[in-house]
């Protein structure tokens, strides 16, 4: 299968993360769209480095472990996403606790 | 490299010095030997001499520059502890877990001022950012707090979602994660690296808050506990300019032409949005933040002009512009009114701290003699190599820049105090708050002190 298709649904993904985080209103949901969005990334990391892994394998020239730093890096992207999470939710959990709301419309005391 | 280790061991210990230490002032103490001895084992890197040796692969690289830039921002967060550490107890009870939180962020900075890898680069604004979001919203009761850690949190994810996609892309283009040039014809022209260029480029100014994307800047500074505002606006922001300045010049030097002129409409952009807009403040804490993205706009050019001199200045404008407005913040914490007019008739009850904040308020307008007045010198004259009206527009904004930081001074020598609240200030304020206006005026008779460093 061509890089094409999987890069094509990682930005139809990553686009649809986008989106939601500009439109939603509800902190969560913004929050589920940022993870979207991660994981979009996640995806295509993975395909390039399948694809660096087959271009490596065609041209016959010795190179150690091809692809496999892409893969390392969706780790980390996973590792750090739980930081987040844990954190954001704390954020948000705080947040609820005091306006009993997690509607982002509530969130303008600092512009006056 | 040694640096990163103990900062993150440092931040280990201090977190659980809270369960044998009660006293807040041993703890304070801790800290500030721990930072005196990070400061002394970056010292001792300059002449290569380590604690122990790591094989770090290739990813993380300690140059000159990093180890100055590393130098400036530990000297920095030495000062802001002696200034505002005592200030801490107001935000809660947590003292030593907000100190552990600070080395923590402390070792993020040295990755991202020494990365090698986008790995590197990504892990270190993560290890700067999640703190940092923590510390927005450690006031915990305060709404407005609160309401600063989500939009802070937000946001912040929402730029690193953009970094990963500008990195997936990069590795589609190069297949590896390495931050240097790549000269194979495939890369340098092929789309995905060009969208990685963009990418990177949109996250990046997101961090440092730079316009269009520094809405979410004011808020935030706003909202946040003042003693973390100011460790945010300067000690962190400048660190982050480092890391951009350096993928840009090592990474995407081929790529000039499609990024350079992006660069210098955010610079324009930035400097008009950020002096103006400071121009109508009536908050003290909210001009300084948006100060914060008028300084970032200069700080920027740093990126534009890819040369000696502005990575000079960014050093001069890193030391110069993180001590003034850490000496500024410093002040506004002990203040109940953070308006202007909260600082009316300072000068009278406490001339000392009044004198210093003129020294750092002049540093930041860039006025000659001071640190701040050099590092502008250094960046608009690096601008001028490459386009003349972009020095000019600068020179102009930073006019405009005298005028806010100039209503201070106002406020503190020509105006009377309505209602006379007395100011209580902790003992050795004042002598700190002097030693640090010394050093920024030091900066700007004596830049050769840091710019030194970078070659012998």
């Not at chain 2, 060009?194 to 520094?214: D, G, T």
């Not at chain 2, 700190?432 to 004596?446: E, H, K």
Request: glycine share 6%; proline share 3%.
């Amino acid at each position: 299968m061509p890089i094409n298709y999987y890069l094509f649904l990682a930005i139809a993904l990553f686009s649809i993360g986008v989106v939601g985080v500009l439109t939603r209103r509800n902190a969560i949901i913004i929050f589920m769209c940022i993870e979207l969005m991660l994981n979009a990334v996640n995806l295509l990391l993975v395909a390039f480095s399948k694809m660096h892994y087959n271009q490596a394998a065609a041209t016959a020239i010795p190179v150690a472990n091809p692809g496999i730093d892409g893969q390392l890096f969706v780790f980390f992207i996973m590792v750090a996403a739980a930081a987040e999470v844990s954190v954001g939710l704390a954020i948000i959990v705080m947040l609820y606790r005091n306006i009993h709301s997690v509607d982002i419309n509530f969130l303008n005391r600092l512009k006056h | 490299m040694n640096a990163l280790f103990v900062s993150a061991i440092l931040g280990v210990l201090l977190m659980l010095s809270s369960l044998f230490i009660k006293d807040r002032n041993y703890i304070h103490a801790l800290a500030l030997a721990g930072l005196a001895v990070l400061f002394a084992i970056n010292l001792a890197e300059f002449d290569g001499w380590l604690l122990f040796e790591m094989d770090l692969s290739g990813m993380l690289r300690f140059d000159r520059y990093a180890l100055v830039m590393n130098a400036i921002g530990l000297a920095s967060f030495f000062f802001y502890l002696l200034l505002s550490g005592s200030a801490m107890e107001k935000v809660g009870p947590h003292h030593a877990d907000y100190l552990a939180l600070l080395f923590f962020i402390c070792a993020g900075l040295f990755m991202v001022t020494g990365f090698e890898s986008l790995l590197i680069l990504f892990l270190g604004i993560e290890v700067v950012s999640i703190p940092l979001y923590i510390l927005t919203g450690s006031d915990k009761r305060n709404l407005k707090s609160n309401e600063a850690a989500l939009k802070y949190f937000l946001l912040g994810s929402f730029s690193t979602g953009l970094l990963l996609l500008g990195i997936a892309f990069f590795y589609g283009a190069r297949g590896n994660f390495m931050a240097t040039v790549s000269v194979d014809p495939t890369v340098v022209g092929s789309s995905l690296q060009l969208a990685a260029v963009l990418l990177l480029l949109f996250a990046m100014s997101f961090k440092v808050s730079v316009a269009p994307f520094h809405f979410w800047t004011p808020d935030v500074y706003d909202g946040a506990p003042t003693v973390f505002t100011s460790f945010m606006a300067t000690i962190v922001k400048v660190a982050l300019f480092a890391a951009f300045v350096r993928l840009f010049e090592d990474t995407f030097s081929l790529q000039f032409s499609l990024w350079q002129p992006w660069v210098a409409g955010f610079v324009v952009v930035t400097l008009l949005i950020g002096n103006l807009t400071a121009v109508f403040q009536q908050s003290v804490k909210r001009m300084l933040a948006y100060s914060s993205i008028a300084q970032a706009g200069f700080m920027l050019l740093a990126v534009y002009t890819i040369n000696g001199d502005s990575k000079e200045g960014l050093l001069l404008y890193a030391a110069s512009y993180s001590l003034a407005t850490i000496g500024i913040f410093a002040v506004l914490v002990y203040l109940q009114d953070h308006t202007f007019e909260g600082f009316n008739g300072l000068a009278k009850k406490q001339p000392i701290v009044a004198a210093s904040l003129v020294i750092f308020s002049l540093s930041l307008a860039g006025i000659p003699l001071t640190g701040g007045f050099l590092a502008k010198l250094f960046m608009i004259k690096a601008a001028l190599a490459y386009q003349p009206w972009l020095a000019i527009v600068s020179v102009v904004m930073a006019v405009v820049s005298v005028f806010y930081y100039f209503r201070l001074i106002q406020a503190m020598y020509f105006r009377k105090d309505a209602q006379s609240i007395s100011i209580e200030f902790p003992k050795s304020f004042p002598i700190g708050l002097l030693v640090t206006a010394l050093i920024v005026v030091l900066l700007g008779i004596f830049p050769e002190a840091i710019l030194g460093l970078l070659y012998f």
